[in-house]
């Protein structure tokens, strides 16, 4: 049990993801029949924003902010001031995707492009430090490295999908 609560700690935005599919999940099959693509995608889209987005970047805010020293550990880097400073960045993002859960198109898209130039930052910073430093650490070059890339690309693949079929 020790590993499992370990691996979706460590994993938290993947374990996050998966969280957030699984609540869509259940809207969907709790909501009202025929199911259509626009409702389909309103529930993945907005459980994506709520787990993905908001809880996701709240996890990180406390991580770097309160946990400042196991964090660092876990990417691979020493103590620094500028911990904080990501933590408060990731408590905006956080906001944003609780504001975007039920929000309009607009707050959706200010929300996703936000978290695209944090994440994918983040993920050229981590190909940096494993070219550079060969530090592939879990934190650094494990899941989390992965997720800085596809979450944005998600991200942006529902923006369009609720382009096309609206809101239910």
Request: glycine letters at 10%.
């Amino acid at each position: 049990m020790e590993d499992l609560i370990r691996f979706v700690l460590s994993n938290f935005t993947l374990s996050l993801f998966v969280l957030g599919l699984a609540a869509s999940g259940l809207a969907l099959a709790a909501g009202p029949r025929p199911l259509t693509r626009a409702r389909t995608v309103e529930a993945l889209f907005a459980w994506f924003l709520l787990f993905s987005v908001g809880i996701s970047f709240l996890y990180n805010f406390v991580m770097h902010v309160f946990f400042s020293e196991m964090a660092a550990a876990f990417i691979g880097w020493t103590t620094s001031p500028f911990q904080k400073e990501v933590g408060f960045a990731s408590l905006g993002f956080s906001m944003l995707g609780f504001l975007a859960f039920r929000g309009g198109f607009q707050m959706r898209l200010a929300a996703i492009v936000g978290i695209a130039c944090f994440l994918w930052g983040a993920a050229a910073g981590h190909v940096v430090q494993m070219v550079e430093a060969h530090n592939f650490a879990p934190g650094n070059a494990g899941a989390i490295f992965y997720t800085d890339i596809l979450l944005p690309l998600l991200g942006f693949a529902f923006l369009a999908m609720q382009r096309k079929f609206g809101r239910a």
